[in-house]
């Protein structure tokens, strides 16, 4: 059974448009993550939600917006798609301590897009 | 930036020799996790070393960390062709994972 799986593996579209990425977890972590990687492969954290509640939203253009219907899914949503956004886009999900440490997280194929 | 940094940035060795990989970062952590990434795929956790350790193993993979120094290092020792891919170091804080900017390591049959 996969843990983190994301749909669609690859998005080719045209600027201007607004797609949207799926994210679905059966690991039951109550913490999910958006990671954006370009191509030089630096890795950046967008967004974390605990518990369908944002926790953590790292100065990414608002044509971005998260969706966590529940703890198990993330969606990431982006408006007026633009030529640097072609990346490949992460899923994780990763469950905190009680002492609010970050343990291992496990991530998602990616979501490689490509903006034209 | 809190954004650590791998060194070397690239590394190809041959098949049965080791491979040490570096890792320096900026901040105080709870804990520093080492990652692969395989061409093309999602990255998959290795190790995870807590600031109250100095050395892990884990089969063939063995983390030191120096908090004094905020530096770690990967080894890999016996590498197989398989062990050819990219590895990142997070630091891990009370938020979220930082990750460097990785280190691509060749394995050569």
């Known amino acids: 059974d996969t843990a983190v799986s994301q749909t669609p593996k690859y998005l080719v579209t045209q600027m201007g448009n607004d797609k949207s990425i799926k994210c679905e977890q059966n690991?039951?972590?109550?913490?999910m993550y958006w990671y954006k990687q370009d191509s030089k492969k630096f890795l950046k954290i967008m967004f974390s939600?605990?518990?369908?509640?944002?926790?953590i939203n790292e100065t990414v253009p608002n044509r971005f917006s998260p969706k966590s219907p529940d703890k198990a899914h993330l969606n990431l949503h982006i408006n007026s798609l633009e030529l640097g956004d072609s990346a490949v886009y992460f899923c994780?999900?990763?469950?905190?301590?009680?002492?609010?440490?970050?343990?291992?997280?496990?991530f998602g194929p990616g979501t490689r897009l490509l903006v034209l | 930036s809190q954004q650590g940094e791998e060194d070397p940035q690239a590394l190809s060795i041959q098949e049965g020799e080791n491979a040490t990989m570096n890792c320096s970062y900026k901040?105080?952590?709870?804990?520093l996790q080492w990652y692969r990434q395989n061409s093309g795929r999602g990255l998959v956790h290795l190790i995870l070393?807590?600031?109250?350790?100095r050395e892990k193993h884990s089969g063939r993979l063995r983390v030191t960390l120096d908090t004094s120094k905020k530096s770690s290092s990967l080894l890999i020792t016996a590498s197989r062709a398989a062990d050819t891919a990219s590895y990142f170091c997070?630091?891990?804080?009370?938020?979220?994972?930082?990750f460097g900017k990785g280190t691509k390591l060749t394995v050569n049959p």
């Open positions: 994780a999900s990763s469950q905190i301590t009680g002492e609010g440490e970050q343990e291992t997280q496990y």
């Open positions: 690991l039951g972590h109550d913490t």
């Open positions: 939600y605990n518990n369908k509640e944002l926790i």
């Open positions: 901040t105080s952590i709870n804990n």
């Open positions: 070393i807590r600031s109250n350790e």
């Open positions: 997070a630091q891990g804080g009370s938020e979220k994972l930082v």
